[in-house]
């Protein structure tokens, strides 16, 4: 994504987020807590796009998606700290990174569990490269309901092209496959790069080339 949203003034929630309220839903742990401490200098629940705010149905069970604006203190941020807020919150999230005048959207693909519709599970989180702040923002996507929308920042997050009759969940676990064949090709070529028998390496190099072909397959 290369473009900024122009959220409707109508779904604008404006609310700051205590840390210590997402703590009473999340239960995170210290380690994560140093993590928002050090990290994050204020959560704003920004906008509440919902039928009632943005005008569109109710669908697939995506109800509500919510904004929110996090503003960082070193432009790095844990996925362990937005894993807490998604915890804390029952809604799809996008985020909205700021940091320096520039921002950066973040998401994952979140919905109820199959085995307890109470839950939420999500995958694990896309973001854009960083734009600056000031840049023109353009309108919400044209879509007919509120899950349409909610794929649409999704598929704007998420720099792989969607396959011909291929579903959100289809496209998502592509992506999630993608991700760790790239870390096995990481830690195959440290591993190439350590070994000493050349008969070893010719095998692994032919190890790698089958990944990087299997990468390939899984980018188009």
């Known amino acids: 994504m290369s473009k900024l949203y122009n959220f ?5 929630f404006g609310k700051k987020l205590a840390k210590s309220k997402i703590y009473e839903h999340a239960t995170p742990t210290s380690k994560v807590k140093d993590l928002f401490i050090a990290q994050v200098e204020k959560i704003t629940w920004a906008y509440k796009l919902s039928p009632a705010t943005i005008n569109l149905p109710v669908s697939d069970g995506v ?8 503003s960082l203190k070193t432009g790095e941020l844990s996925p362990d700290v937005l894993q807490t807020i998604d915890k804390a ?3 799809p999230i996008l985020f909205v ?10 998401a994952a693909y979140k919905r109820p569990s199959d085995a307890d519709k109470s839950k939420w599970v999500g995958s694990s989180y896309f973001e854009t ?3 600056s702040d000031s840049q023109e923002k353009a309108e919400l996507p044209v879509v007919l309901n509120m899950a349409a929308l909610y794929h649409s920042f999704l598929k704007a997050v998420i720099p792989l092209p ?3 009759g291929e ?13 760790i064949k790239k870390r096995e090709a990481g830690k195959m070529e440290s591993r190439i790069k350590k070994e000493k028998q050349f008969n070893r390496r010719v095998e692994l190099n032919r190890s790698l080339n089958e990944l990087k072909q299997e990468i ?4 188009r």
């Open 63 to 70: 109800q509500e998606v919510q904004v929110f604006n996090v």
């Open 8 to 12: 409707p003034k109508a779904a604008a």
């Open 97 to 106: 990174l700021t940091y320096k005048e520039k921002c950066r959207y973040v």
């Open 216 to 219: 390939d397959n899984l980018k």
């Open 129 to 131: 490269d960083w734009m």
């Open 89 to 91: 919150i029952p809604s």
């Open 167 to 179: 579903t959100l969940d289809e496209f998502i676990l592509r992506v999630e496959q993608l991700r």
């Open 162 to 164: 969607f396959r011909k």
